[in-house]
Nanobody, 126 residues
């Protein structure tokens, strides 16, 4: 069974930075594309970023491009999300997810991801 555990969330002032981590169990972590999603109160879940199994390709939502960086360390079974220049609208619960091995749809489609973490709260204050 795969388990994903996020950490690193917290309260930060606008313009500040946070680094989220997602630790994965399982020996096949390095074989899967991993993604980050977020959900703000009263809003639908939205795609944030994704990274392919070897880290060679990354994908970002337009809203975070240039501010967030996704990376992974397959030796540590961990994927990261470095968030810089945080804005009030970045406030949300952030989830990491594993993209299914058979997924063929858009990277931003949450339905293509088969395992999810419990989420970590990020709150940006003014």
């Amino acid at each position: 069974q795969v388990q994903l555990v996020e950490s690193g969330g917290g309260l930060v002032q606008a313009g500040g930075s946070l680094r989220l981590s997602c630790a994965a169990s399982g020996r096949t972590f390095s074989s899967y594309t991993m993604g980050w999603f977020r959900q703000a109160p009263g809003k639908e879940r939205e795609f944030v970023a994704a990274i392919t199994w070897g880290g060679g390709r990354t994908y970002y939502a337009d809203s975070v491009k240039g501010r967030f960086t996704i990376s992974r360390d397959n030796a540590k079974n961990t994927v990261y999300l470095q968030m810089n220049s945080l804005k009030l609208e970045d406030t949300a619960v952030y989830y990491c997810a594993r993209r299914g091995a058979q997924a063929r749809g858009a990277m931003i489609n949450g339905n293509e991801y088969d395992y999810w973490g419990q989420g970590t709260q990020v709150t940006v204050s003014s």
